[in-house]
C-alpha cells in the first residue's frame, strides 16, 4: 500500500480532474485516515470506522472520475453500482448484496494479476518446455479410451498404474536443447505447434433471473470444480500459443488459499464503492407511490453502509471498514431527503462546482488524458499531424459551455461531442497517403460546428 499525504492525493489527481478542490481534499483525507488506521493498535483499529462521503453536483464535473482515479493511486478494490439498480424485496433488481461479492471478484482478479506478475518468471519456462514438447513431438502418455471415468478414479486415489516414458537419447537432448536456445531467441514465433489446452466450460444454470443469480453461479462453480477438466488441441503460432499457456502455467503456481485471504483482506479494509444516482432514491416528505420502493432501497443499503457481514463463495466478508462514496446531482431531491439514518451514515459532504468556460478549456489542455491528446495520438497513427492553436481550443470550450447553458448541462461530456464533430471529417479522411499536418485554428472549428451550434433545433438534436 503507497502512502501518500493528502497533498500529494490532490496533486495525483490533479493530473486528470480539474477544479473540485473541496472534493479532493476530502476524498484525500478519507483515504489518508485509512493508511493511519492501519498504523494503530488493534483494540483501537477495530473502534474507527472510515467517514463516508457525500458528492453533490451536476452530471459531468468529475464526481465518478474522481473515485475510480482515488481508488488507482490506493490500488484498492474499486467498483461503480447505481443505486437505482437495486429494490427492496418484492420488486424487480438486484439484491444490494451482490455489490460486495462485485468488490470481492474485483478484489481476487487483482490479487491474482499481482501474484501471476511474481511467479511469471518460472510460468515462462514452463510454457517454453510445453512448447519445446510440442516440437519434439512428445506426447504425455493417457490411458486409452476409459475417458473421464478413469480420471475421476484417479481423483478419488483409484490410480491406473502409468506407462513407463521412453528414456530419450543423447541427440533428442541435444536437439531439445538448441530448440531451447533458439525460443530464447525468439527464432521460432511463426512456427505452427499444436498444443493443449483447457476447453472453456458454458455457465450452468443460465438465465434464472436476478435473485437466484449469485446462487446459481456458486452451484454451477462448484459443479465444474468437481468433474475433470475437459482439454481440446489446437494449432497456432508459437507467438500465439505463449499468450495462452503463460496464464494458465502461471495459475498453477499460485497459491489459491493465500491468494482469496488477500483478497478478502484488501476489499474489507481497502475496499471503495461508490454508489451513483443516490439522489433518484431519495423520497420527498410526504410522498407515496413509487417513493415508498425509495425508502425501501435505502434500507436494504443501510446495513451495508452500516457494517454487516455478507456471505460470499469464497468466505464471509465485513463492510464495516469499506469506503462508501455515494453521488448525486440532487436537483430535485435534496440529501435532506434521504431517510435520517442514511443521512448519518455519509458525514462528509461536499459540493461538486458546475464547470464553467474556463473550465473546460482547461479540461482539453491539462490532464493527462485530456480528449485532445487522444485524437491527436489516434490520428498520428495515420500520418495525421493534429496541432490545436490556442483559439480553436477556445472556440470548443466556449461552444460546448453555451450548449450546456442552452440545452442541458452535461458537464465536461459536451467536449466529446463537440470535439468528435469538429474532427469527424478528419478522421474519416484520414489516412491521407502521406504525412501531412492539420491545425484546428478558431474559423476550422467555426466552419464545422459554427451554424450547427446556432441553430437551436438541431444542436438539441445533435449535439
Known sequence: MVELTPKEIVRELDKFIIGQNDAKKAVAVALRNRYRRLKLPEEIKKEIMPKNILMIGPTGVGKTEIARRLAQIANAPF????ATRFTEVGYVGKNVESMIRELVDVSINMVRNEMMIEVEEKAEEMVNEKILDALMGVKKSRQPSAGNFMELLNMFGQNQPRKEEPVQDTNNLERR???????????????????????????????????FEDMGIQIGEMFSNMMPKKTIRKKMKIKDARKVLLPMEAEKLIDKDKMIQEALDRAQNRGIIFIDEM?????????????????????????????????????????????????????????????????????????????TEK????????????????????????????????????????????????????????????????????????PLGSEVEIQITKEYVKQRIGKLAEDKDLSEFVL
Open 79 to 82: 467498483i461503480k453500482v447505481e
Open 279 to 355: 439522489d433518484k432514491i431519495a423520497a420527498k416528505s410526504g410522498s407515496s407511490g413509487p417513493d415508498v420502493s425509495r425508502e425501501g432501497v435505502q434500507r436494504d443499503l443501510l446495513p451495508i453502509v452500516e457494517g454487516t457481514t455478507v456471505i460470499t463463495k469464497h468466505g464471509p466478508i465485513k463492510t464495516d471498514y469499506m469506503l462508501f462514496i455515494a453521488a448525486g446531482a440532487f436537483h430535485v431531491a435534496k440529501p435532506s431527503d434521504l431517510i435520517p439514518e442514511m443521512q448519518g451514515r455519509f458525514p462528509i459532504r461536499v459540493e461538486l462546482d458546475a464547470l
Open 177 to 211: 536443447a538448441q530448440l531451447k536456445q533458439k525460443l530464447k531467441n525468439k527464432e521460432l514465433e511463426d512456427i505452427e505447434i499444436e498444443i493443449e489446452v483447457e476447453e472453456s466450460a458454458a455457465p450452468m444454470f443460465a438465465g434464472l433471473g436476478p435473485e
Open 359 to 430: 473550465d473546460f478549456v482547461r479540461i482539453l489542455v491539462e490532464p493527462e488524458n485530456a480528449v485532445t491528446k487522444q485524437y491527436k495520438a489516434l490520428l498520428e497513427t495515420d500520418g495525421v499531424n493534429l496541432v490545436f492553436t490556442d483559439e480553436g481550443i477556445n472556440e470548443i470550450a466556449k461552444i460546448a459551455f453555451n450548449l450546456n447553458e442552452k440545452i442541458e448541462n452535461i458537464g465536461a461530456r459536451r467536449l466529446y461531442t463537440v470535439v468528435e464533430k469538429v474532427l469527424e471529417e478528419v478522421s474519416f479522411e484520414a
